[in-house]
């Protein structure tokens, strides 16, 4: 029998958190489904901050040119404007949930800098910004007793009224959705949720990637949901390959934050030498996708399997009050900032694509909205400006709640009955090892054919392995039963499709989409669109 409820959001992350506090304050019954505890998301690994315009020596305006710059042509104007225009109201709210951000020795609020930003322009908790978040988040959850989290809940596939009468894509209108299915992972059984309105919050994509700087739980799970459900999907090509985490021969992919480029640390090849000028005139500030091409560069031009971050000029001081989270992680590896350097390279970290939304937060199907990393707005283009994305992520939850709040006002009708999950006659697998193999060639194709410099030979190298790898693995989900790791695996595949796709759409080179075959940019920036499921 399906629990249920009036809204159901899938994450709990800075967006999902504080769209279903919105929704809850409106009277209606709220269902948080995250895959592991309620604190793990992409937030609590936030280091940097949240961008936004809070000094009396900043414009919004200057904070919509320097977003526009990065996204290099192809974010949407009116977008970048009013979520940028909402930033400061929504920075007082999470100040209002008990969000204690940085302040200076006279009172005044600490602003960071981070490269592409004109201004001294981002708000931080020290180096734990997002933790700080969602920990106020989290209590404010805890509080209400409109809301039920169910956490070890897996989201698996969407129910929509389309798919319930079996109608052909497109052959009946009226299609909405209607709940979803979810595997409680403790007791290995899948469980039917039933609402009006369903909100996908589920992060980003990062574990298709070999190096990354995401949490494990970051494996595309809503845009996979989402385009099984024939949802619009665009842009997943542009991968923000964040240009400084720490390496270590072990694979430990510590994020080192922008922040500390912002505060004076300059980036030096093997040689010791400062590069940075060489690629850009705003040096170690430039925007990301710039900074992370340029280490590449000189990683392969020398052989090196790093290059080093100076922080020896910024002071003991300033690094430990500033930046005492990365300071305790460097020690803990031997490594003193304020004599030693750190090496670092760069690692997959942010999707600037996803699922197509509007400034409401709606997607193309009724009653199915999408926020933070999942979703896409055109807020970022084809490079998102250095914390713009919990500033996106708790804007467009806002946004997001309000619409979602006329919608059940309309008196949507519930379906009646939702069918349970079936197993069928699947059986347990013996063959495990078939998943951690075809796990570990996605990352290792995804890294070494889909990085940050792109060719079309490679990216058609890499669809032949990826579908190689759905073949088996669509075998694998109709005949076992299903759990976490395939549920996962299943996904990634898909995300994995859908950034090809819409890479090898991409004939030229723009943004964090760098190809050596179409060196140049088109004149006309057009979004591309994942090929429908």
Not at 56 to 65: L, Y
Not at 317 to 339: D, M, Q, T, V, W
């Amino acid at each position: 029998m399906a629990k249920s409820f009036d809204v159901i959001v899938v994450g709990s992350g800075i967006a999902g958190l504080s769209f279903a506090l919105k929704v809850a304050e409106a009277g209606h019954k709220v269902a948080i489904i995250t895959k592991k505890n309620s604190a793990e998301s992409n937030t609590n690994y936030a280091q940097g901050g949240i961008a936004a315009v809070t000094s009396a020596t900043d414009f919004v305006e200057m904070h919509v040119a320097d977003t526009l710059n990065a996204g290099d042509g192809l974010c949407d104007e009116v977008a970048v404007r009013e979520i940028l225009h909402d930033g400061p109201k929504s920075i007082d709210e999470l100040i209002r949930l008990g969000v204690a951000f940085s302040q200076l020795d006279d009172g005044r609020v600490s602003l960071g800098k981070e490269g592409g930003h004109t201004k001294r322009r981002i708000l931080h908790v020290q180096d734990v910004t997002g933790k700080a978040i969602e920990q106020a988040l989290l209590h404010a959850i805890a509080d209400s007793e409109r809301i039920d989290t169910f956490e070890h809940h897996f989201a698996v596939e969407l129910i929509t009224a389309e798919k319930l009468r079996g109608a052909k894509k497109g052959g009946k209108s009226g299609n909405r959705v209607l709940g979803l299915y979810a595997l409680n992972t403790n007791t290995e059984r899948v469980e039917t949720f039933a609402a009006a309105s369903v909100l996908l919050a589920t992060g980003g994509i990062g574990q298709v990637y070999q190096f990354t700087t995401n949490p494990m739980i970051a494996t595309g799970d809503g845009i996979a949901m989402a385009h099984r459900a024939g949802v619009e999907v665009r842009n997943m090509e542009f991968i923000q390959f964040h240009p400084t985490a720490f390496f270590s021969p072990d694979g430990d992919r510590f994020l080192i934050s922008e922040a500390v480029r912002g505060e004076g640390a300059i980036l030096r090849n093997m040689a010791g030498d400062p590069f940075m000028q060489d690629y850009d005139k705003r040096k170690d500030l430039a925007p990301r996708d710039i900074v992370a091409r340029a280490i590449d560069l000189e990683m392969k031009q020398s052989g090196a399997r790093h290059v080093w971050l100076d922080t020896r000029e910024i002071g003991l001081k300033h690094l430990h009050e500033r930046f005492p989270n990365i300071y305790a992680h460097c020690a803990r590896r031997g490594i003193s900032l304020e004599k030693d350097m750190i090496p670092v390279v760069p690692a997959a970290h942010y999707l600037c694509g996803g699922v197509k939304t509007n400034l409401d937060g709606e997607t193309s199907l009724a009653g199915l909205y999408a926020c933070g990393e999942v979703a896409c707005t055109g807020l970022h283009g084809a490079n998102r400006l250095a914390s713009n994305s919990l500033l996106e992520a708790v804007v467009m939850a806002n946004r997001g709640a309000v619409a979602v709040n006329n919608y059940l006002a309309e008196k949507v009708p519930k379906q009646s009955k939702l069918p349970d999950w079936k197993d069928g006659d699947v059986r347990d697998s013996d063959e495990r090892v078939v998943l951690s193999h075809n796990w570990e060639e996605l990352k290792r194709t995804l890294w070494d054919y889909v990085g940050i410099v792109r060719t079309t030979k490679r990216l058609e190298r890499a669809r032949t392995r990826i579908q190689t790898l759905e073949s088996e693995i669509n075998d694998y989900y109709w005949n076992f039963k299903v759990d976490e790791s395939l549920l996962e695996l299943r996904n990634m595949i898909l995300v994995a499709q859908l950034i090809i796709d819409c890479a090898l759409q991409r004939k030229e080179s723009r943004g964090l989409h760098f190809t050596l075959d179409y060196p140049k940019q088109k004149k006309k920036a057009k979004d591309s669109l994942a090929e429908p499921s």
